[in-house]
T-cell receptor, first 113, second 115 residues
Framework: AQSVTQPDIHITVSEGASLELRCNYSYGATPYLFWYVQSPGQGLQLLLKYFSGDTLVQGIKGFEAEFKRSQSSFNLRKPSVHWSDAAEYFCAVGPSGYSTLTFGKGTMLLVSP | DGGITQSPKYLFRKEGQNVTLSCEQNLNHDAMYWYRQDPGQGLRLIYYSQIVNDFQKGDIAEGYSVSREKKESFPLTVTSAQKNPTAFYLC??????????????FGEGSWLTVV
């Protein structure tokens, strides 16, 4: 069965600093990988997704993620964080050909002035 | 605007009562899902449906029931058998269940509190 681990429950970053949120997955074949963002009390919004091809994926709001098969990782990055990026971020994995996703437990991003 | 509408946003239920959460989508998606979210637990799949009049249990289906009589509607009933129903519930949909990693789109969620 597939699984997702987000090792950091909370991360605090200064506004303007760079950000990296970690995601490790467990899956036997090449997975489909997603990053979603959730503001408090709201639904989830898709930031980016990886299916195949280029391992560096660009998303909305200036986010990018890199798929590293050797490390079973799909870390999310942003070069300069804005206060509006404060939210909870979820990594998710789905098997090929079947789109029910398994979600990580999330990482809460706090942005300090 | 196209999207997924969940109602009500906030709902209080007395112990022993059933309650139904509404989910409507106008995206013309075949597949629909219900997730439960608890603090620090991520999202857990309750039920999903890939087509009208068909649905399957997810990871935590006990104490819940669903129906899919129309393509655009996928209501979730939280029954009195659900031992710990207080949670945030998210409805979602995608073009189809199978395929190359179809993106799942989410509604704004419904808060259920048992009092």
């Amino acid at each position: 069965a597939q699984s997702v681990t987000q090792p950091d429950i909370h991360i605090t970053v200064s506004e303007g600093a760079s950000l990296e949120l970690r995601c490790n997955y467990s899956y036997g074949a090449t997975p489909y990988l997603f990053w979603y963002v959730q503001s408090p009390g709201q639904g989830l919004q898709l930031l980016l997704k990886y299916f195949s091809g280029d391992t560096l994926v660009q998303g909305i709001k200036g986010f990018e993620a890199e798929f590293k098969r050797s490390q079973s990782s799909f870390n999310l990055r942003k070069p300069s964080v804005h206060w509006s990026d404060a939210a909870e971020y979820f990594c998710a994995v789905g098997p090929s050909g079947y789109s029910t996703l398994t979600f990580g437990k999330g990482t809460m991003l706090l942005v300090s002035p | 605007d196209g999207g997924i509408t969940q109602s009500p946003k906030y709902l209080f239920r007395k112990e022993g009562q059933n309650v139904t959460l509404s989910c409507e989508q106008n995206l013309n998606h075949d597949a629909m899902y219900w997730y439960r979210q608890d603090p620090g637990q991520g999202l857990r799949l309750i039920y999903y449906s890939q087509i009208v009049n068909d649905f399957q249990k997810g990871d935590i289906a006990e104490g819940y029931s669903v129906s899919r009589e129309k393509k655009e509607s996928f209501p979730l009933t939280v029954t009195s058998a659900q031992k710990n129903p207080t949670a945030f519930y998210l409805c979602a949909s995608s073009i189809s269940l199978t395929g190359a990693g179809n993106t799942i789109y989410f509604g704004e969620g419904s808060w259920l509190t048992v009092v």
